[in-house]
């Protein structure tokens, strides 16, 4: 059962060193998302379950507690280990993709040694029902089990943007925040995946895992910043 859940972006420029040093802009967004990762281990999960946006996957594919992965695609020589276990050598774990990589640093910079952690790579335009059956299966892991969901918002928030500038992002933006920020599983499993593929907002698919995980639950929302540098949507959100 879903006991707690923190939603945070995964821009590779979260990770300092990915950022030169640089992107003090997103200092707020790093210090919120140690916050929310700390309502985690506050809530004493059996098991941990990072779920993250990826464009190589069909629908989902796991990654146990241990899986490692690397920033070198982003110029920069750190690796990361997805929770305190360790994949064997001769273990066929492929490399975690970037979503889950930025994850695994969160944790590694919060300590984190509470529970073990799974990884749950979802395919940015599974479709929601799909997303919510995925988030039912997760929840049944164990008898307490907690989310930190990766996914950012819309891309499309100003003309330097990555998706340059559609003024429907900023709409899109406010109600996903506003579902995130008051634990909505409801709203997050209406969300549109066709505008959100559009708007380039690949937190939609791990969002509505989330919203299925979620089903059953009694859970407050608290939303803990709420911002869009380089013209992309950053939430971080608990639910607890």
Do not use: I
């Amino acid at each position: 059962m879903l006991v707690a859940a923190a939603v945070c972006p995964c821009p590779p420029l979260l990770v300092p060193a990915v950022a030169a040093g640089a992107a003090p802009e997103l200092d707020d967004a790093r210090a919120a998302c140690l916050d929310a990762v700390g309502v985690l281990a506050a809530s004493r999960p059996d098991r941990l379950v990072v779920v993250g946006p990826e464009r190589d996957v069909d629908a989902t594919m796991s990654y146990p507690d241990g899986a490692v992965g690397d920033f070198r695609g982003f110029g920069v020589d750190l690796d990361v280990r997805l929770g305190p276990g360790e994949v064997g050598e001769n273990d066929d774990v492929p490399a975690l993709p970037a979503s889950l990589a930025v994850a695994a640093w969160l944790l590694q910079r919060a300590d984190w040694a509470d529970a073990p952690v799974e990884g749950l790579a979802v395919a940015e335009r599974l479709a929601p029902g799909r997303c919510a059956e995925a988030g039912r299966e997760v929840a049944a892991r164990a008898p307490r089990v907690a989310l930190l969901v990766m996914g950012d918002g819309s891309a499309c928030r100003t003309v330097k943007a990555p998706g340059y500038f559609d003024e429907r992002a900023a709409g899109f933006d406010e109600g996903a925040a506003r579902a995130l920020g008051t634990a909505d599983a409801h709203a997050l499993a209406e969300l549109d995946a066709g505008l959100a593929h559009e708007l380039k907002a690949a937190g939609r698919a791990p969002w509505q895992v989330l919203a299925g995980a979620a089903q059953g639950a009694s859970l407050e929302g608290r939303l803990l910043y709420e911002d869009a540098p380089y013209g992309v949507g950053y939430t971080v959100a608990t639910w607890s």
